[in-house]
Antibody, heavy 119, light 109 residues
Framework: HVQLQESGPGLVKASQTLSLTCTVS??????????WSWIRQHPGEGLEWIGH???????YYNPSLESRLTISVDTSKNQFSLKVSSVTAADTAVYYC???????????WGQGTLVTVSS | SYVLTQPPSVSVAPGQTASITCGGN??????VHWYQQKPGQAPVLVVY???DRPSGIPARFSGSNSGNTATLTISRVEAGDEADYYC????????????FGGGTKLTVL
């Protein structure tokens, strides 16, 4: 049973870089066919896909965010990470890490972590 | 970019059937997935690949997809089904990415 846990600062200053890490347990991040995803949800709003990464390092990013994003993977630690640069109040959201299965759906989610961007 | 359109809200009495639609251009040619999200919780997959259910999801949850509309149907609705529901697909265009619908709030009257 795969479990994912987000970690990182809950408060980031505007113009700085948001950094989160997701630790995967109960399964290997190097398992074939699975992509490791970041998804966010602005307060009171819907889900927004940020991007995902394969254990090999191959990435797909949301075109609207791509210029500010970096997603990386550390297979030795069974972790993957998200960096969003030049944040503004519009980046305030609950950030979820998740596993995207072979069929392009998300079958496991982390509990989510609220990141607030302060001015 | 590909757009998925859901009604903001659907209301249904307990025991009745709820239908939540997800509209998109020729969506019937794509695989659609559905998630349930209760307040303060992470989403849960309830239907994948248009009509398949993950283990542990009641058979009351079913899906269909044809033409320009995908539909999540919840039969014999219970109070515990009250939640937000999101459709999702993979847009494999020139710049592939994951698309979510805007979400539908299901209210059990």
């Amino acid at each position: 049973h795969v479990q994912l846990q987000e970690s990182g600062p809950g408060l980031v200053k505007a113009s700085q870089t948001l950094s989160l890490t997701c630790t995967v347990s109960g399964g290997s991040i190097s398992s074939a066919g699975y992509y490791w995803s970041w998804i966010r949800q602005h307060p009171g709003e819907g889900l927004e896909w940020i991007g995902h990464i394969y254990y090999s390092g191959s990435t797909y990013y949301n075109p609207s965010l791509e210029s500010r994003l970096t997603i990386s993977v550390d297979t030795s630690k069974n972790q993957f990470s998200l960096k969003v640069s030049s944040v503004t109040a519009a980046d305030t959201a609950v950030y979820y890490c998740a596993r995207r299965a072979r069929g392009y759906y998300v079958d496991y989610w982390g509990q989510g972590t609220l990141v607030t961007v302060s001015s | 970019s590909y757009v998925l359109t859901q009604p903001p809200s659907v209301s249904v009495a307990p025991g009745q059937t709820a239908s939540i639609t997800c509209g998109g251009n020729n969506i019937g040619s794509k695989s659609v997935h559905w998630y349930q999200q209760k307040p303060g919780q992470a989403p849960v997959l309830v239907v994948y690949d248009d009509s398949d259910r993950p283990s542990g999801i009641p058979a009351r949850f079913s899906g269909s997809n044809s033409g320009n509309t995908a539909t999540l149907t919840i039969s014999r609705v219970e109070a515990g089904d009250e939640a937000d529901y999101y459709c999702q697909l993979w847009d494999s265009g020139s710049h592939p990415y994951v698309v979510f619908g805007g979400g539908t709030k299901l209210t059990v009257l």
